[in-house]
């Protein structure tokens, strides 16, 4: 790969990391993305989407919690059920038909982006 283009997409899990500790949220998307331009399969760019968004939470996670920003206490009792969601996910993910799997990632970017523009 060129230097140009690793430039751009160094830049642009740059930007992953500073969305989704901004926003708890998008970083993965603009990941996917990143990932499918460079030519990775759908299932194997959503699933490494993940594999590098994992530190970055955890890094965000501590951070805020070093700021007293948020309590584990508040968010423990949520953790389970993502933990589930995501055992759960990570099983389909492995069983969908990547056709599916991107008309599901479209609509949901889509349904998420009206969500943000009503509220």
């Known amino acids: 790969m060129k230097k140009s283009k690793k430039l751009i997409y160094y830049t ?3 930007f992953s990391g500073l969305i989704n500790s901004l926003l708890g949220t998008g970083g993965g998307i603009l990941l996917i993305t990143i990932l499918a331009k460079l030519g990775i399969e759908p299932k194997k760019a959503h699933a490494t989407s993940i594999c590098i968004i994992l530190p970055i939470c955890i ?7 070093h700021k007293q920003c948020v309590c584990i206490a508040d968010a423990s009792e949520y953790i389970v ?9 990570s099983f ?3 069983k969908i038909n990547p056709k599916i ?6 609509f949901f ?6 969500q943000l523009i009503v509220k």
């Open 59 to 65: 890094f965000s996670a501590c951070i805020y919690m």
């Open 101 to 106: 799997l991107k008309k599901f990632f479209g």
């Open 109 to 114: 970017i889509i349904l998420a982006a009206i």
């Open 92 to 94: 389909v993910l492995s």
């Open 81 to 89: 059920g993502g933990i589930l969601g995501a055992i759960i996910g």
């Open 12 to 14: 642009c899990v740059f």
